[in-house]
């Protein structure tokens, strides 16, 4: 789910080296920052890439399997449950190409593109059909409206814990419960995980990258695919990785037990060796539930800022568990590009999205960044009504 990344513009603040990101950096959304200990753990790694020693290599593939065993604690999963892609695209890509046979897909209309395309792709060519749902001006399902659109030939759903724009978290278990246990339910979970605790045991497939929330850079993404579904899915892009036998004399030899059956090759280990690092520093900050308790506090002050200068507030109704490190709001009567520029130059990193601007902030966002904001909107607000009053004829 990558944002197209834009270059911040040189009035902003520049991040100390060895530091991390500038205390205005609001874009974790897009892209987080890779954290210390991820990137101890892929210089680590990257040293054992250099080396010939077997036992060296021993300790880099070691890496990938303890990444491995992070993910499954985090995800409530047992490790042979647990596969390593490149992305979170490629996951999905490649739960797509395992859904062999009859059936049609739902996903709803708001959904991010990264969640739509595989589904799109592998229809008409051995995959189930796509079905778009969702009420006007609704970007979200639930499960009232997952029950009007539950056909008899619905095999799956698939979502994202948290939406892109609105932050809004998906229901998951309510979602579940409605499918059942004849229907999987698919998540996309790379704006969730990291940032607010998910209800991940009723996934059925889950797929995360490691580039946002969970700060570990590209080239790695958890791809879960749970027991009580895997006999469902074929090998579709499972290659010589993916099977008991890859020397075998004779080909296709049986897939290997869990989700490593739909690898396509080896895991990029140091990427693999980043995103454990990174799932292993989520727990030392007290996990999921902690970590999204002072993330939400943080969002909560910066959209507190933002609605005291005017700014009308996207799904402003949400509840404190609704919504996860994402909030989006506009400001009335202003151009959203000289909004978005304003920003910037102040020193706050975000991303614009039409009329809206996006704020995504972390845990080491300091409080300083929702001074920041509000100074930055005060400016314009106040601009545009002393450029108002000078404009008035006078009686």
């Given at each position: 789910m990558?944002d197209?990344i834009?270059?911040?513009v040189?009035t902003?603040?520049p991040?100390?080296?060895?530091?991390?990101?500038?205390?205005?950096?609001?874009d974790?959304?897009?892209?987080?920052?890779?954290s210390?200990p991820?990137?101890?753990?892929?210089t680590t790694?990257?040293?054992?890439?250099?080396?010939?020693?077997?036992?060296?290599?021993?300790?880099l593939?070691?890496l990938?399997?303890a990444?491995?065993?992070?993910?499954?604690?985090l995800?409530?999963?047992?490790?042979h449950?647990i596969?390593?892609?490149?992305?979170?695209s490629?996951?999905?890509f490649?739960?797509?190409?395992a859904?062999h046979?009859a059936g049609?897909?739902?996903?709803?209309?708001?959904?991010?593109?990264a969640?739509?395309?595989?589904?799109?792709?592998?229809?008409?060519?051995?995959?189930?059909?796509?079905?778009?749902v969702?009420?006007?001006?609704?970007?979200?399902?639930?499960?009232?409206?997952?029950?009007?659109?539950l056909?008899p030939?619905?095999t799956a759903l698939t979502v994202?814990?948290?939406?892109?724009?609105?932050?809004?978290?998906?229901?998951?278990?309510?979602?579940?419960?409605?499918?059942?246990?004849?229907?999987?339910?698919?998540?996309?979970?790379?704006?969730?995980?990291?940032a607010?605790?998910?209800?991940?045991d009723?996934?059925?497939?889950?797929?995360?990258?490691?580039?946002?929330?969970?700060r570990?850079?590209?080239?790695?993404?958890l791809?879960l695919i749970?027991?009580?579904?895997?006999?469902?899915?074929?090998?579709?892009?499972?290659?010589?990785?993916?099977?008991?036998e890859?020397f075998?004399?004779?080909h296709?030899?049986?897939?290997?037990?869990?989700?490593?059956?739909h690898l396509?090759t080896?895991?990029?280990f140091?990427?693999?060796?980043?995103?454990?690092?990174?799932?292993?520093?989520l727990?030392?900050?007290?996990?999921p539930?902690?970590?999204g308790?002072?993330i939400?506090?943080?969002?909560?002050?910066?959209?507190d800022?933002?609605?005291?200068a005017?700014a009308?507030?996207?799904l402003?109704?949400?509840?404190?568990?609704?919504?996860?490190?994402?909030?989006?709001?506009?400001l009335?009567g202003?151009?959203?590009?000289t909004v978005h520029?304003?920003?910037?130059?102040?020193?706050?990193?975000?991303?614009?999205?039409?009329?809206w601007?996006?704020?995504?902030?972390?845990?080491?966002?300091?409080?300083?960044a929702?001074?920041?904001?509000?100074?930055a909107?005060?400016?314009?607000?106040?601009?545009?009504?002393?450029?108002?009053?000078?404009?008035?004829?006078?009686?």
């Amino acid at each position: 789910m990558n944002d197209q990344i834009q270059c911040p513009v040189e009035t902003a603040t520049p991040a100390t080296p060895g530091r991390g990101p500038m205390a205005g950096y609001l874009d974790y959304a897009r892209i987080g920052p890779v954290s210390r200990p991820a990137l101890a753990a892929l210089t680590t790694a990257t040293t054992l890439a250099t080396r010939v020693d077997p036992a060296d290599l021993d300790r880099l593939f070691a890496l990938s399997e303890a990444a491995r065993t992070s993910a499954a604690r985090l995800l409530d999963a047992r490790p042979h449950e647990i596969a390593l892609a490149p992305s979170t695209s490629n996951g999905l890509f490649t739960v797509a190409a395992a859904l062999h046979g009859a059936g049609t897909v739902l996903v709803p209309r708001g959904e991010f593109p990264a969640n739509l395309y595989p589904w799109l792709r592998f229809a008409g060519r051995g995959g189930p059909a796509v079905r778009l749902v969702g009420a006007a001006g609704q970007r979200h399902i639930t499960p009232d409206l997952l029950r009007r659109h539950l056909t008899p030939d619905v095999t799956a759903l698939t979502v994202s814990a948290v939406d892109s724009l609105t932050g809004h978290v998906a229901p998951l278990a309510a979602l579940k419960e409605v499918l059942g246990p004849g229907r999987l339910l698919i998540v996309d979970a790379i704006q969730g995980l990291g940032a607010v605790p998910l209800e991940a045991d009723a996934a059925d497939i889950l797929v995360s990258g490691g580039q946002k929330w969970l700060r570990a850079g590209w080239g790695a993404a958890l791809l879960l695919i749970r027991d009580r579904c895997a006999e469902r899915l074929a090998p579709g892009l499972g290659g010589w990785a993916g099977v008991t036998e890859p020397f075998a004399p004779q080909h296709p030899a049986p897939p290997l037990p869990g989700a490593a059956a739909h690898l396509a090759t080896n895991p990029d280990f140091l990427a693999a060796a980043a995103i454990g690092a990174a799932i292993d520093d989520l727990f030392e900050q007290g996990g999921p539930a902690a970590v999204g308790a002072r993330i939400r506090d943080t969002l909560a002050d910066l959209l507190d800022r933002a609605r005291q200068a005017g700014a009308e507030v996207l799904l402003d109704g949400l509840g404190p568990h609704e919504r996860a490190g994402i909030g989006t709001f506009r400001l009335p009567g202003h151009d959203p590009a000289t909004v978005h520029r304003t920003l910037e130059a102040a020193g706050l990193i975000t991303t614009r999205r039409d009329e809206w601007i996006r704020l995504s902030p972390h845990t080491s966002t300091p409080g300083a960044a929702a001074d920041l904001l509000a100074e930055a909107l005060h400016t314009l607000t106040h601009r545009t009504t002393h450029s108002q009053e000078s404009t008035c004829p006078t009686n």
